[in-house]
């Protein structure tokens, strides 16, 4: 996003909160589709503006995408999906100025060989949930898996349940929406998976901090 939209973004919301703010709340959140040699430009970008929500979320490594498989082209399964969370654990070890993780295993969603085993990427996993917890941060559930026709939850039902285990209880639900009939879509299935986990609270955020809600 240039900083010309960024502009036009923060000019509409200042014109939307005179114009509506004593009728409704309106809050302002970002995704950084962050990278490390990126962290510096999100820094800059997360002190300019008051913000209450910040996604962190990985869509390339090295500048090359998943979605048309530059990223992927040339590496193995193995490769691919280590370096992916090789790149997301060096993030949350680097970076602190976000609310939830994003999407956690979004490279399943571009993994044209299949799922690739949990076990196999357990570790990582684990140290990678031990740092956001420890630094009070949480992860999402992304409801658009079910749009995507993915076989599991976004982050599957091990990452969620490996959280849950680990002492994680700050977790937010998103639908990810790209078109207003994305909006909402497959919330209460969500809320119905983190029940069957155990959770029994959900987050909203206001000012950087987690607002609970019951599920």
Not at 106 to 135: A, P, Q, W
Request: aromatic share 12%; proline share 1%.
């Amino acid at each position: 996003m240039s900083e010309l939209q960024l502009s036009t973004i923060h000019e509409n919301y200042q014109t939307n909160e005179k114009r509506y703010g004593n009728k409704i709340t309106i809050k302002t959140g970002l995704e950084f589709g962050m990278q490390m040699h990126t962290i510096k430009l999100y820094e800059k970008l997360f002190s300019q503006y008051d913000l209450d929500f910040v996604l962190l979320s990985i869509h390339q490594v090295n500048d090359l995408e998943f979605w048309n498989q530059d990223y992927q082209r040339g590496k193995t399964q193995k490769e691919y999906n280590e370096g992916y969370y090789d790149e997301m654990l060096q993030l949350v070890k680097s970076y602190k100025n976000y609310s939830v993780l994003a999407h956690m295993d979004l490279i399943t969603r571009y993994d044209n060989d299949g799922v690739y085993s949990f076990e196999k990427i357990k570790n990582k996993i684990t140290e990678i949930l031990k740092i956001v917890i420890s630094d009070g941060k949480g992860i999402e559930l992304n409801t658009s898996s079910k749009r995507y026709g993915l076989s599991d939850s976004t982050p599957c039902r091990d990452i969620l349940t490996l959280y849950y285990n680990l002492g994680g209880n700050i977790i937010t639900i998103g639908s990810d929406s790209h078109k207003p009939e994305h909006l909402e879509a497959y919330i209460q299935e969500g809320k119905e998976l983190l029940r069957s986990i155990g959770f029994t609270q959900y987050c909203t955020f206001e000012k950087m901090k987690p607002i609970f809600h019951t599920l």
